[in-house]
Structure formats: structure tokens, C-alpha cells
């Protein structure tokens, strides 16, 4: 087990706007960072990342927490392993205790394949640098492609012998185990004997955002029409072909400084344009682009320029997976090199100045390029031509007309004149499949079951309970973000604003059980103040969760508030002064307003004039209060409280 100061440190190092930036592109945005959250698609930022607070919230999803839950989610690892993730990141030397055996089985079995794939590359690049075989072979190979000794570095590039089983039997005498070998895809059994699958072929390791290795591509190098070119890992639990994008690890950095990025087929022309000083690109392997491989890039960037060899074949790979990347708003340009190259043969002819140049001067929109490549295609041919106008329509019926209009209506003048066909009808066609997109959709999921109307009699008396109910519960935990944010500070005539809160609340006019034990919690820690990341950090997950979300809410008032409510709001260090104030002024005028209740309803069963007086003196002293409370805070609580 990891010790709890080596935990503690960890979370003292690890800088949240560090590690968040890693694998999403951040923009600042007043004391804080937004971007489009990596967990869920959106075309709007609603991902918040708080640097003061070390947490991070979705307003979108709901997901939030810290660091250590960050990478938690993002690489799903658990909670000691993200720990290691952090700790190997910055250089830090965790202290552990000893494990039992059944320990160290539980810990190999949940990293087996990790720790399988670690040793395979690194296997595979010593054998590459350092065995007669690899350099003769597969270090000659990588020379003659014009790869330098540091980008066979950079991106971890091997080999594996010819001979039948030399890696099967030194993973073996390292300890690894033969059926997860067989499971990762590295050996394979054939008459009860294990042989190498990569034999004789240069290693490309796949890495993930964060440079775990989660599989491998191999080439053959000797001519064998039997042999596929290309092997590929074959899917598993770390491995998912549609979810890799080759080339991320080194490129995640450029592309989200540079704002763009450039898709490429093969893996050697991500090396050669790295090599080349173009570092903001990865390539799709030979498949088209899937949901999840564009959600990778959009973490990073919404501007996507596919890069495509001139031929034939090229084409046609570049006209897959693009209506996917205008549903989720992608600005996505297309460029078709020269005839016979491809983007490792240009760079190395052309170099990194002539490619920005060329690529520049040769970007086309996505609509204009199918419409180019289309019309070339169908020539005279009216059946062509028809195919190509449901194409068209269909790929244009993939743009948010809510979020892109103007591109969406620009689209549609220049696909009607080129193609010659009316406005309206293109419209019509367009129109046509998004309907059909949204029925397929409800058809996959299921239709809502239609909710029984309330009885109208109760139908108010339940809203008002209801709003109530949620009013009430929403000040709640108000009061505990106070508690959490403001306990340690300075408060006059108290210690500080937690026995402010302390000294006026009983924990008993709290009705959510979490909020009330949250509070208890807060002061069963006494006499320490515990800081905002004691909460943020908690190991109960609900209360880490619900206190990351109390953090992260807008707390700033509406500047109409001043307008219509006559609010002013503080600034500086003495804001909180106001806002500790105004969370318990909610709790003091709701005990007011019961006591007016209580004391009306008296007032309309007495009948003896002398004591209808003194309970009408009563009622009038408890409004006068109110009122008092209401000027001091000048606040729109109390409006909230009397509907």
C-alpha cells in the first residue's frame, strides 16, 4: 500500500492545470480554465477547471473532482494507480509497505497487460539498437526510410527477430505468463508450441495521450505474399482500434499550442513529419475516423486538416468519417498532395517551410472538396449525379444549423449552384435526413413513456411543496460551501466565520442527511480548521463529489440584481463577509416566518381583545425583524422564501 504521506505529497506537487492541459486544450477565463470536457461530446465549453481549488466540474455532465480523480476517469486506472501515474510524472519516490503474495497476484493481475506491453516495447527497441539482427535488419530499414537515431527515440520503434519464438522464450524467463502473452496479441500457440507473431518485422508501439503502451503495429519487412504488410495488435482491454490515434502522446502538446491538427494514414508519415518539424499530427492507422478517435482530437482542438495522398485510393479514404466531424462541429479542411507523394515523401523532399506552404495554399472545405472529387466522378452520368446530390444533402444535414448557421446556408448556395438544383429542394432533401437521423434514434433507444398528468386539484400545492423542498435544500448547501470555503477566516465578535455559523445554526434545521453530515464532520474535527482540499480530497467519493460541485457553482451576483433588487455586491477579501452573512440570514428568516405563522394562527383562534393585543405586538416585532434583515442584506432570499 501506498503511504499516506507519499499520498499526501502527491497531491501537494500535482499542479491540476498541468495535468488538465495534458489532454485537454485550456483557456483561461477569468480566474479560472474552461474546454470542451473530455468525457462527454459537446460543442460548447463546460468543463471548468479551478486552479486556487485544484478541482475540476462539467456543468455539462456533472462530472468534477481533483487531480487524482482527473486521471482516475480519463485513463481509467484506480485510485493507487493514478497515484503512481501523478507521482511518476513528477519524479516522486512513493513509499510503500510490503505486499503478501496474494497482494502482489491481485496488483499483477490488474496491470498484467500494462506491464506486459511496457516490457514488449521495450524489448523490442533494445533488440532493434543493440542485436546484430536489429541493426542489420530493422535499424537499415528505419535509416533508409531517413529516420534519425532521436525520433527512433521519441517514438519507441523496434524490432523482432526472424527466428521463431526469441521474444516468447525472454518474456517467459522474465516471468511473464503465456496466456497473457497469447491475450495480448504477442504469441501464438500453434501444436502446443508458442511462436512470436512479430517475427521478422519493425515495431511501431501505440501509445496512449499519456504514453502508456496499449498495443502495437509491425511491419514485414522480407516480400511474402502470404504475410499481411501490416499486423496490428488484436483488441483487448487497453487496445480498442477506434479509440487510438497513432502519434497522440508526441502531438498532444503542438496540436493544442498550434490549435490544429493534421490526420495522416500510415505511422511512418507521423515520424517523417515530426522529423520534419511538423509535430501536430497523428494518423487514423488505415481506418476511417470513428466518434471516439474525433473526440481524442477535439480535447485539444476543433480544427482538423486531413492530409491525403493524390491517388485514387486517397480520395476515396478521405471522403469517410467526415460527416461525423461536422456533427460535432469540427472545422474540417481537406488536402490532396501531389500525385505519387504522400505526407512522408513530400516532407522529406520539400521540408517543413515548402509543406506549410503547399498545404496552405491547397486546403479545401469539406463540402467543396466532395463536391469537387463528386462532379469530376459522375461527369454526365444523371445516376452519378443524383448520388451525389443525396450525398451532399446528407453530409450537410450533419452541420448544427443552431450553432452554424451561416456556414450550414453557405453550404447549401454553393452545393445548389454547382450542382444545379433548386434551394428549396436541396433544403427539402436536407431536411429529410435529419428526420430520418432523429427517427433512427429514437427507434435505437426507445421512446419515452409518457408521464400520467398530475390531478389538477394538487397539481400547485405539490409545485409549491416541491419548490420548497428544493429551495430549502439549495441553502443548505450554501451554508456548507461557507463552511468549507470561508470556516478559517477572520469573522468580528467571533473566532472566525466557522464559529460564526457554529454558534447560530443547529445542525438539526438541516433536513439533507449529506449536507447535515458534512457539517457535523466540519466540526467534529475541532479545534482544526479544515482547509477547502480536505473535502475536495475526501475518500468518500459523494462527499469529494458534492463538494467539488458547491466549489465550482457561480456565486458571482447578476448585475440586474442592483437594478431590480437594489444589491450591491462586494468585492475584494471582505466579499465573504457578505456572503456568510446572506447564506445565514436564509436560515434566520425562515425561522422568523414559521414563528409568523404560528403566531397569526393564535391570533385568529383568540378571542380576548387584551391578549390579541399582546400576540399582535408579538407578530409586528417578529416583521419587524424581518424587515431589518432584509434591508441589512439587501437580498432576494427572503422574496424566494415568501412564495
Not at 499516506?4 to 488538465?20: F, G, H, M, T
Not at 481533483?66 to 510524472?89: C, G, M
Not at 482530437?297 to 485510393?313: F, P, R, V
Request: charged fraction near 25%; include cysteine.
Amino acid at each position: 500500500m501506498i503511504s499516506p504521506q507519499s499520498i499526501q505529497e502527491v497531491l501537494s506537487r500535482a499542479d491540476i492545470i498541468d495535468i488538465v492541459g495534458q489532454f485537454v486544450r485550456l483557456k483561461k477565463r477569468g480566474a479560472s480554465y474552461i474546454a470542451n470536457c473530455p468525457f462527454h461530446n459537446e460543442k460548447t465549453p463546460s468543463f471548468n477547471v479551478s486552479a486556487a481549488k485544484g478541482i475540476y466540474k462539467c456543468f455539462g455532465c456533472g462530472k468534477g473532482g481533483n487531480v487524482v480523480t482527473f486521471i482516475q476517469e480519463h485513463e481509467k486506472l484506480s485510485y493507487p494507480e493514478s497515484i503512481r501515474w501523478l507521482a511518476d510524472y513528477y519524479k516522486i519516490t512513493l513509499e510503500e509497505s510490503e505486499r503478501t503474495p496474494e497482494q502482489q497476484v491481485q496488483q499483477l493481475a490488474e496491470e498484467g497487460l500494462r506491464i506486459l506491453n511496457e516490457y514488449a516495447a521495450q524489448y523490442f527497441h533494445e533488440n532493434l539498437l543493440q542485436t546484430e539482427e536489429g541493426q542489420n535488419i530493422g535499424l537499415s530499414y528505419f535509416k533508409q526510410r531517413g529516420f534519425r537515431k532521436d525520433i527512433i527515440e521519441r517514438f519507441r520503434l523496434g524490432y523482432n527477430s526472424e527466428s521463431g519464438d526469441s521474444f516468447y522464450k525472454a518474456a517467459i524467463a522474465k516471468g511473464q505468463n503465456a496466456a497473457m502473452l497469447d491475450r495480448a496479441g504477442l504469441v501464438k500457440s500453434r501444436n502446443d508450441r508458442f511462436y512470436d507473431v512479430y517475427r521478422g518485422r519493425v515495431i511501431f508501439p501505440i501509445q496512449s495521450m499519456t504514453g502508456r503502451i496499449l498495443g502495437f503495429g509491425a511491419r514485414i519487412l522480407k516480400s511474402n505474399e502470404k504475410a499481411p504488410k501490416y499486423i496490428n495488435t488484436p483488441e483487448n482491454e487497453l487496445y480498442v482500434k477506434s479509440r487510438v490515434l497513432y502519434g497522440m502522446y508526441q502531438s498532444r502538446q503542438a496540436i493544442g499550442k498550434l490549435d490544429e491538427c493534421f490526420l495522416v494514414e500510415g505511422y511512418t508519415d507521423v515520424i517523417s513529419l515530426h522529423q520534419g518539424g511538423v509535430e501536430n499530427v497523428v494518423s487514423s492507422s488505415g481506418t476511417s475516423l470513428t466518434e471516439d478517435q474525433l473526440r481524442l482530437i477535439a480535447q485539444l482542438t476543433k480544427n482538423l486538416t486531413i492530409l491525403y495522398d493524390g491517388d485514387a485510393a486517397g480520395i476515396k479514404a478521405a471522403l469517410r468519417g467526415l460527416d461525423m466531424a461536422l456533427g460535432q462541429s469540427f472545422n474540417v479542411q481537406l488536402v490532396l498532395l501531389p500525385e505519387g507523394e504522400d505526407p512522408d515523401s513530400y516532407i522529406q523532399k520539400s521540408g517543413a517551410a515548402q509543406f506549410h506552404e503547399y498545404v496552405k495554399g491547397h486546403k479545401k472545405d469539406v463540402i467543396g472538396f466532395r463536391l469537387e472529387v463528386g462532379l469530376k466522378d459522375a461527369g454526365d452520368d444523371p445516376v452519378k449525379k443524383s448520388k451525389l446530390v443525396n450525398e451532399i444533402a446528407e453530409s450537410i444535414s450533419r452541420i448544427n444549423k443552431a450553432e452554424d448557421f451561416a456556414l450550414q446556408s453557405h453550404y447549401i448556395r454553393e452545393a445548389s449552384r454547382k450542382l444545379d438544383v433548386g434551394e428549396n429542394g436541396m433544403v427539402t432533401l436536407i431536411n429529410k435526413y435529419i428526420r430520418d437521423r432523429i427517427d433512427k434514434e429514437n427507434k435505437h433507444y426507445g421512446k419515452e413513456k409518457e408521464l400520467p398528468a398530475p390531478i389538477p386539484e394538487y397539481q400547485q400545492e405539490q409545485e409549491q411543496t416541491v419548490a420548497q423542498a428544493t429551495k430549502d435544500e439549495e441553502q443548505e448547501w450554501q451554508l456548507i460551501r461557507i463552511l468549507v470555503e470561508y470556516g478559517d477566516k477572520p469573522f468580528e465578535g467571533y473566532i472566525d466565520a466557522a464559529d460564526f455559523v457554529y454558534q447560530t445554526i443547529d445542525p438539526d434545521v438541516i433536513e439533507n442527511d449529506q449536507a447535515r453530515n458534512i457539517y457535523k464532520h466540519y466540526f467534529d474535527l475541532a479545534p482544526i480548521r479544515p482547509a477547502a482540499s480536505y473535502f475536495t480530497n475526501h475518500q468518500d467519493t459523494a462527499t469529494q463529489q458534492r463538494v467539488v460541485t458547491l466549489l465550482q457553482t457561480n456565486n458571482e451576483i447578476s448585475p440586474k440584481w442592483k437594478l431590480n433588487y437594489g444589491i450591491e455586491s462586494q468585492h475584494g477579501e471582505m466579499n465573504y463577509i457578505n456572503d456568510v452573512e446572506s447564506t445565514i440570514a436564509y436560515f434566520e428568516l425562515k425561522k422568523i416566518i414559521l414563528l409568523q405563522e404560528q403566531v397569526a394562527t393564535l391570533l385568529m383562534k383568540e378571542l380576548d381583545p387584551l391578549k390579541q393585543a399582546v400576540i399582535q405586538k408579538q407578530y409586528f416585532e417578529l416583521r419587524q425583524l424581518e424587515k431589518e434583515i432584509v434591508k441589512k442584506h439587501g437580498t432576494v432570499v427572503f422574496k424566494l422564501l415568501k412564495k
